[in-house]
């Protein structure tokens, strides 16, 4: 009744975006979310504030492998 909600899948379009995590240099602040291939438009999904967040964001879209940009 009280208890956690299950983390429900959520689906991206993988033939036109790629999964993506943005990185501050200056701040270090993290952003996962995803680039579109053919615009190179980013879309932020989550702020990533540790460990623990970047699992939980592959885990809802079901990603295993993640990129980097600065």
Known sequence: MFG???AVKKEYD???????LH???C??????GFKDL?????????LIKGAKDLAEFKSLYGIEEIA???
């Open 23 to 25: 990185c501050s240099i």
């Open 68 to 70: 980097k940009e600065y």
């Open 4 to 6: 956690r909600k299950k």
């Open 38 to 46: 053919r615009t190179g438009k980013f879309e932020e999904v989550m």
């Open 14 to 20: 993988r033939q036109n975006q790629k999964p993506v």
């Open 27 to 32: 701040t270090g602040e993290t952003v996962a």
